[in-house]
């Protein structure tokens, strides 16, 4: 079993939707949850970041966790053409030199 | 513009020959990461350098080697190209050694072996 699963899609959306994203995990001791957007032929970005549980927004983007579940989300609100991309998911724990990501969702959202 | 860059872009080699992917960033960043990455796969590390002077093994470090030449620099060596080397190779940065903060990837080298 992966240390993180994430379902690969992908997904397609009409613009203006609200897209959610998941990852679930299995190491508890993961504290550092992040989200990348990989553009196609692009390096992965850093698109959110957030230490332990909660939520954090910034702007159209909101990223949420839940450790008791094991359980991460990114919310895309007024989702826009240009929010296409592959979304990974990473995370790590406290103290460790070695982030772990998931396999990417690829997002499409039709004008 | 400050950022971690790759060369080459693109590369095609016969299987058995050698080269080295350069990375360099210009952030001022103590750790510097080697990544490959394959469909369906996601990013797998294959070499990590905490600091300058250091460098460890991450989950896919063999037919590889680095070399940490300074701050700036960090290499990654295939000696003896092998088709499953075939992948998208990322080089990526952070501010901290643990990593905590998030990375600043390169564009990628894509590398395929003939």
């Known amino acids: 079993q992966k240390e993180v699963e994430q379902d690969p899609g992908p997904l397609s959306v009409p613009e203006g939707a609200i897209v959610s994203l998941n990852c679930t995990y299995s190491?508890?001791?993961?504290?550092?949850f992040m989200w990348y957007r990989q553009y196609s032929r692009k390096g992965p970005e850093l698109l959110m970041y957030?230490?332990?549980?909660g939520n954090k927004e910034d702007g159209r983007f909101t990223a949420q966790v839940d450790k008791s579940s094991k359980y991460i989300s990114l919310f895309i609100r007024d989702s826009q053409p240009s929010d296409s991309a592959t979304y990974l998911c990473?995370?790590?724990?406290?103290?460790?030199?070695?982030?772990?990501f998931g396999a990417g969702t690829r997002l499409f959202v039709k004008a | 513009n400050a950022g971690v860059t790759q060369t080459p872009k693109f590369q095609v080699l016969k299987t058995g020959q050698s080269m080295t992917l350069q990375c360099a960033q210009d952030?001022?960043?103590?750790?510097m990461y080697w990544y490959r990455q394959d469909p369906g796969m996601g990013l797998r590390l294959i070499y990590y350098?905490?600091?300058?002077?250091?460098?460890d093994k991450g989950e896919v470090p063999n037919g590889y080697n680095v070399s940490r030449l300074n701050k700036r620099e960090f290499s990654l060596r295939l000696e003896s190209a092998a088709p499953s080397q075939t992948s998208v190779y990322f080089c990526?940065?952070?501010?901290?050694?643990?990593?905590?903060?998030?990375?600043?990837f390169g564009s990628g080298t894509r590398l395929t072996v003939v």
């Open positions: 990526a940065s952070t501010t901290r050694g643990m990593a905590n903060y998030g990375y600043t």
């Open positions: 190491n508890s001791a993961f504290q550092y």
């Open positions: 957030t230490y332990s549980s």
């Open positions: 990473a995370m790590i724990n406290t103290g460790g030199f070695k982030t772990i």
């Open positions: 952030m001022n960043h103590n750790s």
């Open positions: 350098s905490a600091s300058e002077g250091t460098t």
